[in-house]
């Protein structure tokens, strides 16, 4: 709908709203608050710093857990997200909504982890991670410690897999991206990522035999 | 989980993929064939794992009898329960780290194009993104309406003794009370707000209706209650 008028006011209808202007700074804060992802990412676009600070405080956990687990360490993965929501604010005039806000910064955090990546010297491989110390390949760990203890080795394991497979499965197993998303995330096909998926899942499966 | 989905798992791939995984760095064809993997029984890999997670694996006489299914099915009960702990654990706190940021963006504030205000001597400017931020404001005040872009201009007057502006806003907007008056009422928002808070002159809003907000929430996913134009 498209409704072009110009200003002349009609007699007797006056349809202003009965609050003009909105009231306070909490008040305006807790109204940008409840707006979704694409009106804020529309205002942010056009410069309005406070609904991008919305979507940054939204999703800041949720990109520093994905950076986390892909990068291995809280201090590269924070370096990680702040570079991507930085490069984000500038290039958000660009940002054509193709995508939502969320899978759009997956994609870009997720470069930005797949070049610290790349510059990092040696990458660990599967071979080199040792079991964890609580293992022992003829008694199960016990109960109480045993869902930390599979976490954690799973953490390990996934640092072993190679950044391509780590991605996929991190983004469809932990964080419930759908096969289009990852595709979109990664730049590959559906079919890739399938492929990844499989490849990675069956790397864990493999690391993770002492907890069977 | 993942293997709710259809993984390229049919019977009727050659038997010599069995080294598909190690030969996909080599070839990116090669992921394709990854799922079809055989198992020494000759099951695909895939179809085990599918097993594990459906009613009729356990089911299935095969399945439970053979030792490389089983452990296939076993393998991945053990990923599975490790993926659902890690799942679980709490997310890393990104508070500070949001203060960063924020306060980086701030600090590089896009002022954008400067508009005139329609004080008296004509002198005194303000960013179109401020402005916009005002106007936009004065748009969600309407009940149901939630205003997106917000883009303000001076019109193209020729005849007009000082300068005026036209703005272009667009708005989602819940279906549960006719369209017409509420535009007609964001309309008067702007101006009001335009001419009282801005003092800026302007002489046409165009309100243009693109998304409709779900009636009951004005927040979270916008993929449920945002349909775009």
């Known amino acids: ?212 | 989980m993942a293997l709710d989905d259809p993984h390229p798992t049919s019977s009727d791939k050659p038997a010599g993929v069995h080294a598909a995984a190690a030969e996909a760095s080599l070839h990116p064809d090669a992921e394709l064939l990854a799922g079809a993997e055989l198992l020494p029984c000759g099951r695909p890999l895939g179809h085990a794992w599918q097993q594990a997670r459906s009613a009729a694996g356990a089911a299935d006489p095969h399945s439970s009898r053979c030792p490389h299914c089983r452990e296939a099915i076993e393998g991945l009960t053990a990923l599975d329960r490790a993926t659902r702990a890690l799942r679980a654990e709490e997310q890393p706190d990104g508070h500070s780290l949001a203060t960063r940021v924020i306060n980086a963006v701030r600090s590089e504030v896009r002022l954008g194009t400067k508009l005139l205000l329609d004080d008296p001597d004509h002198d005194l400017r303000i960013a179109e993104s401020a402005a916009a931020k005002v106007l936009r404001r004065a748009a969600d005040t309407v009940p149901g309406i939630r205003a997106a872009s917000c883009r303000v201009a001076a019109a193209k007057d020729d005849h007009a003794v000082h300068v005026v502006h036209v703005v272009v806003i667009t708005v989602a907007a819940t279906l549960d009370q006719p369209l017409r008056g509420r535009a007609e009422a964001v309309r008067q928002a702007v101006l009001h707000a335009a001419e009282h808070v801005l003092g800026l002159a302007v002489t046409t809003v165009d309100v243009e209706v693109n998304a409709v907000l779900g009636a009951s929430r004005v927040h979270g996913d916008e993929r449920h209650e945002l349909s775009e134009r």
């Open chain 1, 1 to 212: 709908m498209r409704n072009r008028t110009d200003p002349s006011p009609q007699p007797g209808a006056d349809l202003r709203p009965a609050a003009l202007p909105v009231g306070g700074v909490t008040t305006e804060q807790e109204a940008v608050g409840t707006l979704n992802d694409s009106v804020l990412a529309i205002r942010a676009s056009e410069g309005d710093e406070d609904a991008f600070a919305v979507l940054v405080r939204r999703h800041s956990s949720r990109l520093l857990a994905l950076a986390q687990h892909l990068l291995g360490n809280r201090a590269d993965a924070e370096d990680a997200v702040q570079d991507a929501f930085i490069s984000a604010w500038r290039r958000l005039p660009e940002f054509r909504h193709s995508a939502s806000f969320s899978t759009w910064m997956y994609r870009i955090v997720t470069n930005r982890c797949l070049n610290t990546l790349r510059r990092r010297p040696h990458p660990l491989s599967l071979d080199t991670v040792p079991e964890p110390a609580a293992v022992d390949a003829n008694s199960s760990p016990p109960k109480a410690a045993e869902t930390d203890a599979a976490a954690a080795a799973l953490t390990q394991a996934l640092l072993a897999l190679g950044p391509e497979l780590r991605v996929c499965w991190v983004l469809r197993e932990l964080h419930g991206l759908h096969y289009e998303e990852i595709a979109h995330v990664v730049g590959s096909s559906e079919q890739t990522v399938r492929g990844r998926l499989f490849r990675a899942r069956r790397a864990l499966m493999e690391a993770m035999r002492p907890w069977r």
